[in-house]
Nanobody, 126 residues
Framework: QVQLVESGGGSVQTGGSLRLSCGAS????????LGWFRQAPGKEREWVASISSTDSSTHTDSVKGRFTISRDNAQKTLYLQMSSLKPEDTAVYYCAARRTGGYCGGWRAPSEYPYWGQGTQVTVSS
């Protein structure tokens, strides 16, 4: 089992940058597939990116070239570096984990992740 806590959200203007962090506690962190999701007001939670235990990463098309997911297994921390932010990136961002080895880019539904952080707000103003 793993516990997750996000940090790093905030308010920025269009074109700005933020880095989200997700600290974890628990054992065998390096065996988990980790993901970032976001949920805008009135919308369903959507997958943003995921990274496998072997650092293979996948990003949704709308953030490719702007966001980068990464992980530090020694520090048990997941990151999402966000740049060139747009107002449509405004949402609560959540990190999530599932215990899956190998490639995990195909795990994109929220229901496929049993462990979640509490979320951090990102607001991008025009």
């Amino acid at each position: 089992q793993v516990q997750l806590v996000e940090s790093g959200g905030g308010s920025v203007q269009t074109g700005g940058s933020l880095r989200l962090s997700c600290g974890a506690s628990g054992n065998e962190y390096n065996t988990y597939c980790l993901g970032w999701f976001r949920q805008a007001p009135g919308k369903e939670r959507e997958w943003v990116a995921s990274i496998s235990s072997t650092d293979s990463s996948t990003h949704t098309d709308s953030v490719k070239g702007r966001f980068t997911i990464s992980r530090d297994n020694a520090q048990k921390t997941l990151y999402l570096q966000m740049s060139s932010l747009k107002p449509e990136d405004t949402a609560v961002y959540y990190c999530a984990a599932r215990r899956t080895g190998g490639y995990c880019g195909g795990w994109r539904a929220p229901s496929e992740y049993p462990y979640w952080g509490q979320g951090t707000q990102v607001t991008v103003s025009s």
